[in-house]
């Protein structure tokens, strides 16, 4: 049997080899991660008899109560580039996927701690198997919201195509700030109670449900020119003047919460183990 052993030598002692060794773990990483992908997919529908119907009732009764609210003038707003279903049920889709995106790292990690403390499986794996599983739930609910664009005969222009681009970077955003939160999530409960907290705040301050005013400190939200970009596409409307910018910083922090924690790692271990 081989045994694993970390070491307390800071591996920035060596920069170059460290790059030369993150970039090889992750190189291999992904065939491996689409390996624990499938695994977990079909131990999923072992356990689940609904299946993939989970991934749009949140959505579906979500968006009921938007209409509801909205219906009932609890919620007063105008939408005049699209239908107020399409703009609600489009949110949704957008704001789920970057919840998953945030919350995959720590769930995937904690669902295979043993993996980390008894294998050298790269933890790139782990992640990248947890990031299929994001584009897996996000290509489902896409059904969705095409049908609702046909039922309300949405024009659709050469803009769609920006919205794969702006479904990568909201991706990446989440993705960047669930990394950044491993190493304490995996040491601390508290930090998963507070993701499911903030997110649910954040979701307010995002213009799920309504638009947000160009004004006020609600324009410092990063998620809201990825939103409404995303959001635009899928309409043929131009993208958010703010979303390269936030696009390119998302994925500046991608990469950097990935090398932390990869220095981290050893340290993890040991608590762990």
């Known amino acids: 049997m081989t045994e694993t052993r970390f070491t307390a030598e800071?591996?920035?002692r060596r920069p170059v080899q460290f790059l030369r060794e993150s970039v090889r773990d992750l190189g291999g990483a992904v065939a491996t991660g689409r390996q624990l992908f499938l695994r977990n997919l079909r131990s999923l529908h072992r356990r689940s008899f609904l299946g993939y119907i989970w991934l749009f009732v949140p959505m579906v009764v979500m968006a009921l109560l938007g209409f509801y609210m909205q219906s009932r003038r609890i919620i007063v707003t105008?939408?005049?580039d699209m239908p107020y279903?399409?703009?609600v049920l489009t949110g949704l889709m957008l704001w789920q996927m970057f919840v998953d995106a945030l919350s995959a790292p720590l769930l995937r990690l904690r669902?295979?701690?043993p993996l980390i403390t008894r294998t050298r499986i790269p933890l790139e794996a782990l992640l990248i198997a947890g990031l299929f599983d994001v584009m897996l739930n996000a290509a489902c609910r896409l059904v969705l919201?095409?049908?609702v664009l046909a039922v309300?005969?949405?024009?659709i222009g050469s803009g769609i195509l920006m919205l794969p681009v702006a479904m990568v970077a909201l991706v990446a955003l989440g993705t960047a700030i669930g990394v950044l939160a491993l190493p304490l999530g995996l040491l601390y409960d508290d930090v998963g109670r507070a993701i499911a907290l903030g997110t649910a705040l954040w979701m307010i301050l995002t213009p799920v449900f309504y638009p947000i005013p160009g004004d006020g400190l609600l324009r410092f939200n990063p998620v809201t020119p990825l939103l409404v970009t995303?959001?635009?596409a899928a309409v043929g409307?131009?993208?958010?003047a703010d979303f390269a910018g936030v696009a390119a910083v998302s994925v500046i922090l991608l990469v950097l919460g990935w090398l932390l924690l990869r220095l981290a790692r050893p340290h993890i271990v040991a608590r762990l183990g």
Request: without cysteine.
């Open 78 to 80: 105008a939408t005049p």
């Open 145 to 147: 919201l095409v049908i």
């Open 237 to 240: 409307q131009p993208p958010s």
């Open 10 to 12: 800071p591996a920035l």
């Open 152 to 155: 309300y005969h949405t024009q």
């Open 85 to 87: 279903p399409v703009f």
């Open 111 to 113: 669902a295979d701690r």
């Open 230 to 232: 995303a959001r635009n």
